[in-house]
């Protein structure tokens, strides 16, 4: 025998609940449920002991089954940590920064706080972009995006691994390339690595034809993150601090907010390739690729400059307000 109550608001529900548990320790079964309308209300049954148990696992069982849902992927994320296996990755930071702030927690503002969080998510990181753009194979490897890595590594002195799909499970062919396929893309980061791993075996003596992602000899490449278009920083080191370059040959500009990019390239002509990082609409960080074709006298500041600017409104004099960084 059931008894419906009307809809009612959460604190009702919980009033209800306390008080016929206090009321009818035994003898009854108490669930709520969802009307067509999405209004929730309790559900009242008369029950012996053995079916109100039973009713209660199959509660506890449908919330679990709930749960579970609603966690989703991120128990894949959490057993890969619990693991501590090596997770391997091909210009891996954005993915990593996503991975940590969809399924574990947000991201933090400070940079150590950000390190901490990854290592203890994942123990052990390692970036094949990273690693072929490193010694030993930096010298032999000339492209390192995913595609031309995977094709340099089936040639010599490289030896590719081969592959047997476990049975029922279709395989990869990457003579019909599906670049930018998740599954793809992280099946041939991992050829990749076994690649490039066996490869470091053939320095040892006597040289190891297969190398285990414990040996000693990645621990070079490992928990360093690939950093694009920055010049003498090649990587984010989870594990310490990181490098700390000379920065004599970088200047801060500023300059009228309608320049654009080719603007800056034209100035700095005479001083063969330059790296421009914006600050704002009026400011940037200019390196020189040949400090030292340039005299600055350290502290030297409001250096003014004439230059035509054809796209500008004629000749326009300003003022470039350099420093030197790491002063």
Known sequence: MNLDLDPCTGFQRKLIYQTLSWKYPKGIHV?????????????????DEEERKRREQQKHAKEQEELNDAVGFSRVIHAIANSGKLVIGHNMLLDVMHTVHQFCCP??????????????????LLDTKLMASTQPF?????NTSLAELEKRLKETPF????????????????????LHEAGYDAYITGLC???MTNYLGSFLSPPEIHVSARSKLIEPFINKLFLMRVMDIPYLNLEGPDL????????????????KTSDLYQLFSAFGNIQISWID???????????????IERGQTGLELCRETPDLEGTRRFVLNHSLMGQ
Request: glycine share 2%.
């Open 159 to 178: 030896n590719p691994p081969k592959v047997e799909s476990a049975e029922g499970f279709p395989s990869y062919d990457t003579a019909s390339e599906q």
């Open 244 to 259: 700390q370059p000379k920065r004599d040959h970088v200047l801060h500009v500023t300059f009228p907010k309608e320049w």
């Open 31 to 47: 669930e709520t449920l969802e009307t067509e309308k999405k209004e929730r209300y309790i559900v009242v049954s008369k029950v």
């Open 281 to 295: 609409d009026t400011s940037a960080f200019v390196s020189l690729s040949q400090p030292e074709q340039v005299q």
């Open 193 to 195: 690595f076994i690649s």
């Open 138 to 142: 930096k010298d032999i490897i000339n």
């Open 107 to 124: 991201l933090p503002e400070d940079l150590n706080e950000f390190k901490e969080m990854t290592t203890f998510v994942f123990p052990r």
